[in-house]
């Protein structure tokens, strides 16, 4: 099943998903961000013509990245699913210094996952909104010690939960040493997601993280370099990858703190100019099926435990 806001689907009801996207962000700090620094109303009617304009484009599913302590919130979310019929997965799981909190660097990875898996089993922060993946991050350098914590920590809740875990990575080096963890934790590359792989310029070191089998997500359409995407993408497809693919904005966001949500960026960049571009390229219509539907709904699919 997919878990989404308002319930888990079967996988083929996911369609054109954007695995990658914000609907609001809060880089105040652990320590301040909460639902007291924005007006929920205002962020619904702010970001609901954005989710809107992304249905109109083709998409179905939106899976939301951001983690807690960085303004994530299942009300707004689970309001803005109903609203505008767009299936909308929030995740469990922290980011990374200095955006945790000071807990986070004393507890355990066990006590930390117990955490996580308490989302998934109860909900998350008082609702019966329940997670669909993991969200973690790390530096784009060998790994700190905290940050091997919360992927430990994140393989643990995979194993108890069957939810896949993204993290943000940008590099080969962690991405490696990242899967080395997982490994080691019994959690099949396949339940992985190496998130703004596109910022990875060695192509033979994207490939080498690709052969593990895990998941390669090329989530800066629209704002990095049109050419050097697709000149990624069209390597990793001549390589025999699309079947781990997966396309995104990493766009949006109601910024809390700057008046309106400050500038938002739309998710329609990659239905209505970087599809296109790939047709022009001589990217069949079943890739572009995979790398858009079929991938998204494997990656997130959660498996039985």
């Known amino acids: 099943m997919i878990m989404t806001v308002l319930g888990p689907i079967d996988p083929d009801e996911l369609g054109f998903t954007l695995p990658h996207e914000h609907i609001m962000v809060d880089f105040a ?29 083709g998409v179905q599913s939106f899976v939301d990245c951001s983690p807690m302590y960085l303004a994530r919130d299942p009300v707004v ?16 799981g922290q980011y990374k210094e200095p955006y945790l909190p000071e807990q986070t660097f004393a507890l355990s990875a066990d006590v930390l996952a117990d955490q996580w898996i308490a989302e998934w089993t109860d909900g998350i922060e008082s609702t019966d909104v329940r997670p669909g993946f993991i969200k973690t991050a790390v530096n784009p350098e060998p790994l700190a010690a905290t940050q091997q914590k919360v992927i430990t920590a994140a393989a643990l809740t995979s194993r108890a939960t069957g939810m896949t875990i993204g993290t943000h990575t940008c590099r080969g080096v962690p991405a490696l040493q990242i899967l080395k963890i997982l490994d080691r934790y019994g959690v099949a590359p396949r339940k992985w997601i190496f998130i703004h792989a596109h910022q990875e310029s060695d192509i033979g070191l994207l490939k080498i993280v690709a052969r593990s089998g895990c998941w390669i997500e090329l989530d800066g359409i629209g704002s990095a370099p049109d050419a050097t995407t697709l000149s990624a993408l069209l390597q990793l497809l001549d390589a025999g990858f699309e079947s781990q693919i997966m ?4 766009a949006g966001w109601y910024s809390v703190g700057e008046p309106g949500g400050g500038d938002v960026k739309p998710y329609t960049y990659l239905s209505t100019r970087f599809i296109p571009l790939l047709r022009d390229f001589g990217v069949g219509e079943e890739s572009i099926r995979a790398l858009t539907v079929t991938n998204p709904a494997r990656a997130f699919a959660i498996d039985a435990v």
């Open 247 to 250: 396309l995104s904005h990493d």
């Open 29 to 57: 700090g652990a320590t301040t961000a909460g639902p007291h620094r924005y007006d929920r109303d205002e962020v619904i009617r702010t970001m609901e013509p954005h989710l809107l304009a992304a249905r109109d484009a």
């Open 77 to 92: 979310l689970r309001e803005l699913a109903r609203r505008t019929g767009m299936n909308i997965v929030t995740n469990t």
